[in-house]
Structures are given as structure tokens and as C-alpha cells.
């Protein structure tokens, strides 16, 4: 059963490929890089040593079509995307990458000439800002608002990932991360939790440049969502939120201090709130899928920090 993994050097990619190799299923690897940068800071030679990597756009649709169907690809991990705040600055070139990049892949499943199951990234970012809703958690029911165009990309792959399935029977699950945080999480306007952890473990002083609330998500288990959502033999086309624990950027500073005393001394936060809603519901996903893992805020960020000091002592914490 090979796996194509778009995306596959990012950093949600890295890990998915990692969970993916010690499953021992084959893996194909498909992203504008050709160096595993980031799997090489979590996984092993050993772990690494089953990699195929195929380097090239997602918007080159002749290509991803032929990669699909020439490498007999059954199961697809679509995460290839520019983020925020390329989007905003880029919006053409944003939505070429990251919606005409997600038809390709769809379009390569219908003609692959036999079945593909798609497992693709939304994001929280389809929900507009937190005064737009009412005060509670919010489920795949309530609408999307976006307020920014990667919020409106990823609300049209939504939409598309559901036409498809309408109209040629391709099965998805797109799922909805917010701010993913842990071991190479370095890209991005939400990577700044992450970055502050790595400061921390060098000695030196940051700012996250962001105030008020985020739902943080420990990378391991967002990672091990997307495969669950991929094994799983569900139906259809579906769209599930993903909680983790929402925190204060200023509680997130205490608790940096209380996991690694000093840490207040050199972390600091301050800045607009993230324009998304931050109360998500996920029992949809709970109820659909079997053994969705949740790691606490402290323990997922207390792994990052150990992994980091691991990679310090050996010299690869640039
Ligand atoms: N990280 C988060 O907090 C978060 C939250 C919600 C949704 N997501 C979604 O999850 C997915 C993965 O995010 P990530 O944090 O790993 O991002 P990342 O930036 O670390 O990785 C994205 C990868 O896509 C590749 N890529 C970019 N443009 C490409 C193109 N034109 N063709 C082929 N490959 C290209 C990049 O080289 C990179 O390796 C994305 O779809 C993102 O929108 C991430």
C-alpha cells in the first residue's frame, strides 16, 4: 500500500512520514524540497532508510496526476500549502499553490484507475474571528467565516473534497489543525510557540509576536490523526475539527517558566490575537475515528523542549 505524502518535508509532514515508516508501510515523499531536513531531527538513519522522494510543484498537474497513477498510489497525505501570512501577501499565487494544488491531487485520485483515499490539511482558519460566533466551543455545523484568503482556500477544498466524493465516490477526510507546535514547526505565523521553546533551550531572548488566546496542538498527535483518518475505513467525505488545549500567550509564558525555570526571563508575548475562533469541538472526530491521541499542553511541550536539548548536545540546533 504505498502512501504519497505532499508536503512531506514540512513539518506536520515529517512526522506523519515518520509515524508512517513505523507502521512499515512504504512511503513516497513529495514536496518542492528534496532534503528531509525536518525528519532527520526526529526519526533515526535506520527509520529514514525507506524513503522514495520525488521533488516538484503540487500546481504542476500533469505531474501529480502521473505520480498518483504511475506509483500505484492507493493512500494519499496531502499537506502541501503555503501558509499565513504568504496567503495574504500572495493571494494568486496562494491559491494556485494551495487550491489548485488540492484539485490536482483530487483529480489524480479519480484517474488513477483504481481506488485512492484522501486524507488532506484544512485548518482552523475556515472560522472567522472569535466575536463572530457565539461564546462556545464550535462544531462542524456552525459556518465558516473566514476572514483571511488561506481560510477561504482551505474552505474551498472543503467544498471541492465534498463534489468529488458526489460526483466520482473519492472518500476524504480533511481535517482542521490550529496552531501545531513541537519539532521542526518553524514556518508560519503560528510557529511562534514553538520557536519561543527553542529559544529557551538555546539561552536566548524571544518575543512571540501574538497576544490573547490559541489552541495548541502537539505535532506527534496531529500527525498521528492524519494517519488514524487515512487507516480508517470511513465513508464519504468528511471534515472534522481538532482541539488541543486553548491558552493565554501570556499563560503560555508561565508555563514555559514552570517547565524550565528562567524561561520567563528570556520569553516574552505580545501582539494582535489570532483572527480565528479558538473553541473547537472535536468529538465529531472522537466518535468517527478510533484512539485520536491528545498529548497535555505541558507534557507535548515538555517533549519539545527535551527534543530540543537532545539535538543541542549534538550539535543540530542551529
Ligand atoms: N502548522 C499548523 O499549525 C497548521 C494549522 C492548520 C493547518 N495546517 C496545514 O497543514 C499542512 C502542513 O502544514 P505545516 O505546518 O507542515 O507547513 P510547512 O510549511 O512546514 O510544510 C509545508 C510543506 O509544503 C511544501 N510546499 C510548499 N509549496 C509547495 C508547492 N508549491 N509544491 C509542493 N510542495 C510545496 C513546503 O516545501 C513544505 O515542506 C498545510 O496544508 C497547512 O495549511 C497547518
Known amino acids: 500500500m504505498p502512501v504519497l505524502v505532499t508536503g512531506a518535508q514540512g513539518c506536520i509532514g515529517a512526522w506523519v512520514v515518520r509515524g508512517l515508516l513505523k507502521r512499515d508501510l512504504d512511503v513516497l515523499l513529495y514536496d518542492l524540497e528534496a532534503e528531509p531536513a525536518r525528519l532527520k ?34 493512500h494519499i497525505v496531502h499537506l502541501a500549502a503555503v501558509l499565513m501570512p504568504y496567503c495574504q501577501v500572495n493571494p494568486v499565487r496562494g491559491g494556485l499553490i494551495n487550491v489548485i494544488g488540492t484539485l490536482n491531487v483530487f483529480e489524480g485520485a479519480r ?4 481506488p485512492v483515499r484522501v486524507v488532506y490539511a484544512s485548518s482552523s482558519a475556515v472560522w472567522g474571528p472569535e466575536d463572530a460566533y457565539e461564546a462556545r466551543r464550535l462544531s462542524e455545523q456552525d459556518p465558516a467565516k473566514p476572514a483571511t484568503h488561506y481560510g477561504v482556500f ?5 467544498g471541492n473534497a465534498r463534489a468529488f466524493y458526489l460526483t466520482n465516490g473519492i472518500s476524504s477526510v480533511g481535517l482542521r489543525p490550529w496552531t501545531v507546535y513541537g519539532v521542526g514547526r518553524d514556518a508560519g505565523l503560528t510557529a511562534a510557540p514553538t520557536i519561543a521553546m527553542k529559544h529557551i533551550v538555546l539561552g536566548q531572548a524571544y518575543k512571540i509576536p501574538l ?31 481538532l482541539a488541543g488545549d486553548v491558552v493565554h500567550m501570556d499563560e503560555l509564558v508561565v508555563a514555559l517558566e514552570r517547565i524550565r525555570p528562567g524561561a520567563g526571563k528570556l520569553i516574552t508575548a505580545g501582539g494582535p490575537q489570532v483572527p480565528v475562533a479558538y473553541r ?5 472526530l472522537r466518535a468517527a475515528v478510533a484512539d485520536i491521541p491528545k498529548t497535555a499542553l505541558e507534557d507535548g511541550v515538555r517533549q519539545t523542549i527535551e527534543l530540543y536539548e537532545k539535538l543541542n548536545r549534538e550539535g543540530r540546533l542551529a
Request: proline letters at 1%; a negative charge; glycine letters at 8%.
Open 111 to 114: 484517474d488513477a484507475g483504481r
Open 154 to 158: 482551505k474552505q474551498a477544498n472543503e
Open 280 to 284: 473547537m469541538d472535536d468529538s465529531a
Open 41 to 74: 531531527l526526529i526519526a533515526e538513519a535506520g527509520e529514514r532508510k525507506r524513503l522514495a522522494i520525488r521533488t516538484g510543484a503540487i500546481e504542476d498537474s500533469d505531474r501529480v496526476k502521473a505520480l498518483i497513477k504511475d506509483e500505484g498510489i492507493t
Open 211 to 241: 497576544g490573547g488566546y490559541m489552541d495548541l496542538q502537539y505535532v506527534e498527535d496531529v500527525a498521528e490523526s492524519f494517519i488514524r483518518c487515512l487507516l480508517a475505513p470511513i465513508e464519504g467525505a468528511h471534515v472534522f475539527n
